[in-house]
Each structure stands twice: as structure tokens, then as C-alpha cells.
């Protein structure tokens, strides 16, 4: 990390307290701005932001103002990425698992909607007059980086299996539904872009059956680096692959189509930055510990994922390195960091967790009754405050009290 950025982020530390998330709203137009520099060659080519990553309404309102649309997953996601303005069109919204009823009630909102159940999309053709949506195949490739975040599997949930096209077309012609788009999303991760474009020739092979469609969506799982020398997805070729191959299939196909994706942490993981104060170092038998005033309520990826954070002590950029094991105050075990070389870390200091724009504020809880951080959006480089600390009244606003 830069000197700059250091010092930076220890004055918002200071400033504004700790734990607090810090997003870079400069990193996200980057970001953006090299996915579409990369296809620059397909002309019409559109990012949808997929929300979960981070749905703080003015990371939302950012995106939006930069000309992304929208990728959800649930209806209050759909409700969020209104309320930040973006038009019902450009928000698509992929349910896996959700009743008829939610799928209604984004129909109504006129958001898009993409299907990933036969049994919906039958359902859907008979119930529902005049509203085009699109499939969500599973090509069953193995694309993203570990069981929990690779969908495309065989024994994957998500999709309808590229083995059931048939049926697909059955349906399609039996409802008179429209299908407008055919989307993949493989998960995250993607290293292995051979592996990626088998995945995109197994879409195309399936969009030629469609003879009306408006987009082709490749999701997303582009991977990005999180400790120096780190692969990251060369986005770079894909482009140039991808990018040649779709606009052949667009010839082909005879009508002007759009390619999508729907990047979570690529557009948002390197904008965000997590600092916690070193409570208490604690020198075992066998390890040195500094624990800190967060924990898995606050950033639950190392935990959940075995995910890799870069830990920096920003209050000491000179110190001498040594090997600390980082932990939180939560009353489990939760280890950030295992015999990470940080410079020398003083009971007081500031460290700061890379990485943290993406499935990290929005994976937070409040378990141990903690409150939740504050997170600070730095837009062209001035901080604002985009949510407050929580205070013991917002732990308790949803309890009913009864007499006992
Ligand atoms: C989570 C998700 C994404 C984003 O994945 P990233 O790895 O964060 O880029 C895209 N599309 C769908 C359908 C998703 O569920």
C-alpha cells in the first residue's frame, strides 16, 4: 500500500473512529472504466453492478451515475436499485430459489427478470402475458475458485442445465413466452479463461435456438488480486477472445445483441478499506497476538471463505516487520490473519484490511450484539459520511418487548 493512502486512511481512522469501512469511489470508475476498454471492440457492450458485493444506496447511486446497471438477487435488492434510480430496465434481477410470488412482485416493479427453474419458467409463460425474460443456463463448467463459490458445477443449484434445452424450447413454445436474453454465471474466481469461453461457445450454442433475443449475459466471477503477485483474470484477453467471438455470433445471428456482465468484486473489492484499532497484543507460548475491535460480525470472508486479506499497519509504515497472528474480539475463534509479517504493531494502532469493497459490509452481523461499522465514500477524494455508526437503539428496533 501506498505511503499516501496510508496516511490517508489513518486520519480518516482518527477522524472518524474505528471499525470504520472506507470506500474509494475512484477505484470503482477504474475499475469500470478497464472492463469496457477491454471490449471496446463490441459495440454494444453493458455492465450490470451486481449489488450483493456492497448495497450501500450511494455506492448504488455511484455506479448508476457512471452507467451501470444493475444485477439483483432478491427483491429488496430490487427495491434498493430503485430507490438509487436506476429505471426498472436497467436492473436485472436472478432469483434462485424464490417464490412465485416475489417473481411477481418484481414484474410489477417492470424490473428485467431472468429465470433459473423450468418449473418457474413454464409457470411464468402461462401466468404472465407479454413480458419477455431470459434463461439462466448452467453449462456445467467448473470455472470459479473453491466449492462455495463455483456455481456452474453439475451439482450446482443454480441454472437449468444446458441437458435440458429441449425442454426448454417445449416450454418456450407451448407458453408463447419471449425469451430476450440467455445468461451463464459460473462463479467466482475465474482464472482459467479457456475455461471461460468453453462456457460462453456452450451459451452461444444454446442462443442460436432463440430467435429473438435482445442480449447475451456472461455473468461474472472475474477475479482480482489480493496479496502482491496474485493472479488476477486477465480481462485483458478475454476481451480480445470474447469480444471477437461475439461479434461473429452477432453476425451469424443477424440482429443487434448486447453483451452483459454483471462484475460484483471486480468493480468494487480494491475500492474498499476496513481499519480496526489494536486493542490488546497478546504474547503466548507460541504466538504473538494483536487482537482488534472487529471480528467475523464485521468481516467474515477469512472465516467463511479461508479468504486472504491484506493487513497493514497504517500508524506504523517504518516499523520493524515482524509476525503477527491477527484476531478478533468476537467470543469464537476468528483469525483474519495467520503469521502475517506486519510492521511492528503497537497496542493503539490502526491496521487496515485490503480488499474490503466487496461481500464484506453486506456479509455483517450483529452477532455478539456488536454494532455495525460506519462506512465512509471517499468521492473525488473528499470523504462522506454514507452510513453512521449504529448505536444500541438499532439493536433493538425490530424487538417486541412483552411483559414477563
Ligand atoms: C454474485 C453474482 C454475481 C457477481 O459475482 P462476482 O464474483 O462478485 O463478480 C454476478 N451474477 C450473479 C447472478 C451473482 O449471483
Known amino acids: 500500500m501506498e505511503l499516501a493512502r496510508m496516511q490517508q486512511l489513518e486520519s480518516l481512522a ?37 449489488c450483493k458485493a456492497n448495497t450501500n444506496l ?20 430490487v427495491q434498493l436499485g430503485l430507490l438509487a434510480g436506476f429505471e426498472p430496465e436497467k436492473i436485472i434481477y436472478t432469483p434462485s430459489g424464490v417464490s412465485f410470488d416475489e417473481i411477481k412482485q418484481a414484474v410489477d416493479l417492470g424490473v428485467r427478470i431472468n429465470i433459473d427453474n423450468l418449473s418457474i419458467l ?38 437449468i442445465s444446458i441437458y435440458q434445452l429441449p425442454h426448454i424450447l417445449r416450454v418456450v413454445s407451448n407458453t408463447g413466452i419471449r425469451i430476450e436474453g440467455i445468461h451463464m454465471h459460473t462463479g467466482s474466481d475465474i482464472l482459467d479463461i479457456e475455461v471461460f469461453l468453453q462456457g460462453a461457445e456452450i451459451l452461444f450454442n444454446v442462443a442460436k435456438e432463440f430467435h429473438d433475443l435482445d442480449y447475451i449475459d456472461f455473468g461474472s466471477g472475474f477475479k482480482v488480486p489480493y496479496k502482491e503477485g496474485d493472479n488476477e483474470t486477465d480481462i485483458q484477453y478475454l476481451g480480445k477472445k470474447l469480444g471477437e467471438r ?12 448486447t453483451l452483459l456482465f454483471e462484475p460484483g468484486k471486480f468493480l468494487v473489492s480494491q475500492s474498499g478499506f476496513f481499519l480496526v484499532s489494536v486493542n490488546v497484543i497478546k504474547q503466548t507460548t507460541s504466538t504473538v497476538f494483536a487482537e482488534v475491535d472487529s471480528g467475523f ?108
Do not use: W
Request: aromatic letters at 12%; a neutral charge.
Open 122 to 159: 413454464e409457470l411464468f409463460g402461462q401466468e404472465i402475458k407479454n413480458y419477455p425474460v431470459s434463461i439462466r443456463m448452467n453449462p456445467h463448467i467448473l470455472a470459479g475458485g473453491n466449492s462455495k463459490i463455483s456455481v456452474g458445477h453439475i451439482d450446482s443449484k443454480f441454472g
Open 58 to 77: 450511494n455506492i448504488l447511486k455511484f455506479l448508476k451515475s457512471i452507467g451501470s446497471g444493475l444485477d439483483t438477487v432478491s427483491i429488496q435488492e
Open 297 to 404: 460480525n464485521h468481516l467474515i470472508r477469512p472465516m467463511f471463505y479461508n479468504a486472504y486479506h491484506n493487513i497493514t499497519n497504517i500508524s506504523n509504515p517504518d516499523g520493524r516487520l515482524r509476525f503477527y497472528t491477527v484476531v478478533g474480539y468476537i467470543c469464537e475463534t476468528d483469525t483474519f490473519g495467520t503469521n502475517r509479517k506486519i510492521s511492528e504493531i503497537r497496542e493503539g494502532d490502526f491496521l487496515c484490511f485490503e480488499n474490503a469493497g466487496a461481500y464484506c459490509f453486506s456479509m455483517s452481523s450483529n452477532y455478539n450484539s456488536r454494532l455495525k461499522p460506519a462506512e465512509i465514500l471517499l468521492l473525488n477524494g473528499k470523504p462522506h459520511i454514507i452510513r453512521r455508526r449504529e448505536r444500541l437503539e438499532d439493536l433493538l428496533s425490530t424487538t417486541e418487548e412483552i411483559s414477563i
Open 246 to 257: 461475439f461479434n461473429l455470433f452477432e453476425k451469424e445471428y443477424n440482429k443487434d445483441l
Open 14 to 50: 482518527r477522524e472518524y473512529g474505528t471499525p470504520l469501512y472506507v470506500y474509494d469511489s475512484a477505484v470503482i470508475e477504474n475499475q469500470y472504466n478497464r472492463l469496457l476498454e477491454a471490449f471496446k471492440d463490441v459495440k454494444n457492450i453493458k455492465l450490470n453492478y451486481a
